[in-house]
């Protein structure tokens, strides 16, 4: 389990056909905030890791975020939003991180429902 003596170490993946055209900063602004789908680290130190698409190879990018100590990754709003098999998709990345399912806006959203695993590293 983590402490919050360290700094929790985090990535943010978003659909890719909205990176397209999205600069991240919704994500980012909600991160550097510690706001919405960030405000669980209000009282802790946080660090981005990565900041990926959910296309081309990503099981290996998610292998990578493991490498690199990645604990925590966030779904983001647009993944949520608008990806077939969100849902199935946040279970198959909780095996190996804690998963929060989405990143900017509302807690949960419109048409789908916000789907989060948490447990290992955060409560
Ligand atoms: S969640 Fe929002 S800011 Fe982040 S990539 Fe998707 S549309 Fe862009």
């Not at 993944?79 to 190996?96: F, H, N, T």
Request: with cysteine; hydrophobic share 35%.
């Amino acid at each position: 389990m983590d402490t919050n003596n360290t700094a929790i170490k985090i990535a943010i993946l978003v659909r890719e056909e909205t990176a397209l055209r999205c600069t991240g900063k919704g994500c980012l602004n909600a991160f550097f905030a510690k706001k919405e789908g960030f405000e669980i680290y209000a009282d802790r130190e946080v660090e981005l890791c990565g900041f990926f698409h959910s296309g081309g190879e990503l099981d290996y990018k998610l292998g990578k975020m493991k490498e690199a100590g990645v604990q925590v990754i966030h779904v983001s709003t647009c993944m949520r939003g608008k990806y077939p098999g969100y849902a199935e998709l946040v279970q198959k990345i909780s095996v190996d991180f804690d998963v929060i399912g989405y990143s900017h806006g509302p807690a949960q959203g419109k048409t789908m429902e916000t789907v989060s695993v948490t447990g290992k590293y955060l409560l």
